[in-house]
């Protein structure tokens, strides 16, 4: 790729995402970015008059939308051409030059929520009724909802100003794990020598070699050690700035806080973890199973991606990769695939590896343009089962996007993993009702049963480890390497419990999770896969009003709060059933792949 340009090109078998479709020049994207002032201060030009009448409210956050609309399509061109080669100084300099905008512009926005809680209970009263404001009711009563926690404007003001900076560790943490880090070189099973990164970090685990994994475990997580005082610093930077956060503003602590805006109540945090602790027998049986197969002496980590049947393993084209996903969503019905068809048609997907490409997966866009996704794709099955995570992501903002106004086509974090992870499980059985090889029926279950593992068991681990963290911090406690090191190996040996050996370098693991920046993100990925494998049933079951709920959850965007989604649609996460009922369906896979293992 030349790095004085972030305009890529696109190959028959791995393509490219259209970022042109967004702006088809950089002066377009020029021409936007200047838009963004003058329609930030045309909001604020409200200032002082939101009590007058509805309609004038009603203007005022009209106005404010129009400015967020422009402002996310800059901000996601930015970050995405950014993301393409996070080594271009010119693509992170377009970032900087956004975000330094945002930060500067924050103060001409802070005024509105103190001065919205400012109305007299009456004269909003009255205001909620009116129908020039219907729209906008239900967002206006999310608001009020916070007003206990909401500063007076001047605070506001003061706090927008840090903004930028108060996004420094996070910020740190990406450039010096993504750009700076160099992890050296892994001879593989082949004996090639091939450089270690952290795209096909994943592919070396998977490897049939034990030694390959090993020695890929060692380098990554050794040249994290090598760096664990500024990762150190920087987490412990982040957790402080959550915590102050929630103290200034009157929460009992940062998890309230992180869960208040989706309205969930700290005790389903809580009973995650709870449900996750009485059910680690079922997953230490899982672990006795893998030692059994795997014909090892002792479990690592580094022995928990590799395929239990390594004559299974099968690489897959993204051509292929691309078939097998639209023929396992067809349960979702003939429209979504038809839809789902725009994906490839109109080049959503970023798929090749390469050097100072973002690592990972994720799906991104904004209102304006295509839901897209970045992959680094590496032929793998498990490449096939992100591209099929990613396309919920993506298809799920294409409803949400195409049904809801633009004030709430954005759906809850709390919700975003629900349609990726039942895009994954529909996967898995497309798979499995599509061969009677017992060796490859095997090969899908342990698939299934890993990624469970991933999903529920690991992020509750990362979950809990998050929460005691931040506890840690707000009591006092120094996050030094030391601790952080001693309370993330302590976690590790509770969840995968006596039948793993696990080297000591897996203590550092927690240096390298991005999501420990998020803000009480990780928890959601647990909660996602219980509630998706409750939908991914009832989808399979081949029940019409049972799939309808399910498109409905797609198209609900933030029109509720998000547990009254999720119970539109089937499943009430504010119990522990779906989390203990995903965990029931678990060990019944486990069982049923040591019946095909062993029998």
């Known amino acids: ?146 007003k206990p926690h909401t500063l007076s404007e001047p605070e506001e003001r003061l706090i927008g100003s840090f903004s930028e900076s108060l996004g420094m560790p996070d910020k740190v943490f990406g450039i010096l794990t993504d750009s700076d880090m160099d992890f050296g070189f ?54 402080k700035l959550h915590n102050t956060e929630a103290r200034v503003r009157h929460y009992g602590s940062a998890l309230e806080s992180a869960l208040s805006g989706d309205n969930i109540d700290p005790s389903v945090y809580r009973n995650l973890i709870n449900t996750v602790h009485d059910n680690l027998g079922g997953f230490y049986k899982y672990m006795d199973l893998r030692k059994q197969i795997l014909k090892l002496d002792r479990l690592d980590m580094y022995d ?82 992100t591209l099929a995570h990613e396309l919920g992501h993506s298809m799920h903002s294409f409803y949400s996007k195409r049904t809801q106004p633009y004030h709430y086509a954005d759906y809850s974090i709390f919700v975003a993993e629900v349609a990726s992870t039942t895009n994954e499980l529909l996967l898995s059985h497309h798979l499995l009702a599509s061969t009677e090889d017992r060796d490859l029926r095997a090969h899908l279950l342990g698939n299934l049963a890993n990624e469970i593992r991933s999903t529920i068991f690991r992020q509750t681990m990362f979950a809990e480890f998050e929460l005691a963290v931040h506890e840690s911090s707000a009591a006092g406690v120094p996050l030094t390497p ?27 693991e927690w240096s390298r999770i991005p999501h420990f920046y998020y803000n009480f993100y990780v928890y959601k990925y647990a909660t996602g896969m219980s509630a998706a494998i409750r939908l991914a049933e009832n989808l399979l079951s081949g029940d019409q009003a049972k799939r309808e709920a399910y498109l409905k959850f797609l198209q609900a965007g933030d029109s509720k709060d998000p547990l009254d989604i999720m119970r539109d649609a089937g499943v009430d996460l504010a119990t522990p059933e779906p989390v203990d009922a995903a965990l029931r369906f678990f060990e019944c896979t486990v069982n049923e792949l040591e019946t095909l293992l062993l029998s």
């Open 1 to 146: 790729m030349n790095r004085g340009k972030s305009k890529t090109t696109s190959t028959a078998s791995e393509p490219v995402w259209n970022l042109e479709a967004m702006y088809a020049t950089p002066a377009d994207w020029e021409r936007d970015f200047a838009r963004i002032e003058p329609l930030t201060r045309n909001f604020a030009a409200f200032r002082g008059r939101l009590a007058e009448s509805p309609a004038v409210l009603r203007d005022a956050i009209a106005a404010d939308d129009e400015a967020s609309r422009v402002g996310e399509k800059v901000f996601c061109y930015a970050h995405m051409r950014s993301d393409e080669d996070t080594s271009n100084s010119a693509n992170r300099a377009r970032v900087d030059r956004v975000e330094s905008l945002f930060a500067s512009l924050s103060e001409l926005s802070a005024w509105f929520d103190p001065e919205v809680m400012a109305i007299p209970d009456p004269v909003m009263k009255c205001f909620l009724d009116a129908p020039e404001l219907s729209l906008y009711r239900r967002s206006l009563i999310e608001l009020l909802r916070d």
């Open 304 to 385: 928990m991606f590799c395929p239990l049947l390594p004559g299974c393993r099968r690489e897959y084209s993204f051509e292929e990769a691309a078939k097998m996903v639209r023929q396992a969503l067809a349960p979702l019905g003939a429209q979504y695939v038809r839809d789902l068809e725009q994906a490839f048609a109109q080049r959503w997907v970023d798929v090749p590896q390469r050097r100072g490409k973002r690592s990972g997966a994720y799906s991104g866009g904004c209102f304006d343009s295509y839901p897209y996704l970045l992959l680094n794709f590496n032929h793998t099955l498990n490449d096939v089962f």
């Open 482 to 508: 030391d601790f952080l090191c001693e309370k993330y190996a302590s976690l590790n040996r509770l969840y995968y419990g006596p039948g793993v050996e696990a080297d000591p370098l897996v203590a550092q």
């Open 186 to 239: 892994i001879h593989d099973e082949n004996g090639k020598r091939r450089k270690l990164t952290h795209a096909n970090y994943s592919g070396f685990l998977e490897s049939s070699d034990r030694e390959v994994r090993r020695r890929a475990f060692r380098k990554l997580h050794g040249t994290y050690r090598k760096f664990e005082n500024t990762l150190a610093a920087t987490l412990d930077g982040e957790v």
